[in-house]
């Protein structure tokens, strides 16, 4: 079992940013592979694998998000980011972080690959 926990979102303008942090739970040996992966869904929309980093370092990004947000891992306290710059009204949405035991590369942005979730944490983004 792995709890995970979003924190970091919010309310803002157009062209703000914000830093969204994940904390896991679990106290992976170094010998450990796994991947985390940060997902968003919009009111009535599916959802969308965004960003995610395979324990080793490569990482993931979907088009819509590929130059603006950047994810990445503080080994030290098992906490995972999601750096969101230049952000824009279309990225409203709950994100989520997901968690797999396993390395992959490049490290999979479909939801059906993870076996953990968190709660989500709400951003919104005004025009």
């Known amino acids: 079992q792995v709890d995970l926990v979003e924190s970091g979102g919010g309310s803002l303008q157009a062209g703000g940013s914000l830093r969204l942090s994940c904390a896991t739970s679990r106290s992976p040996s170094r010998y450990t592979n796994y991947c985390v992966g940060w997902f968003r869904q919009a009111p009535g929309k599916e959802r969308e694998g965004i960003a995610a980093l395979d324990s080793n370092g490569p990482t993931s990004y979907a088009a819509s998000v590929q130059g603006r947000f950047t994810i990445s891992e503080d080994k030290s306290t098992n906490t995972v980011y999601l750096q969101m710059n230049n952000l824009k009204p279309e990225d409203t949405a709950m994100y989520y972080c997901?968690?797999?035991?396993?390395?992959?590369?490049?490290?999979?942005?479909?939801?059906?690959?993870?076996?953990?979730w968190g709660q989500g944490t709400q951003v919104t983004v005004s025009s």
């Open positions: 997901a968690w797999k035991w396993g390395g992959w590369k490049p490290p999979p942005l479909t939801d059906t690959s993870y076996n953990f």
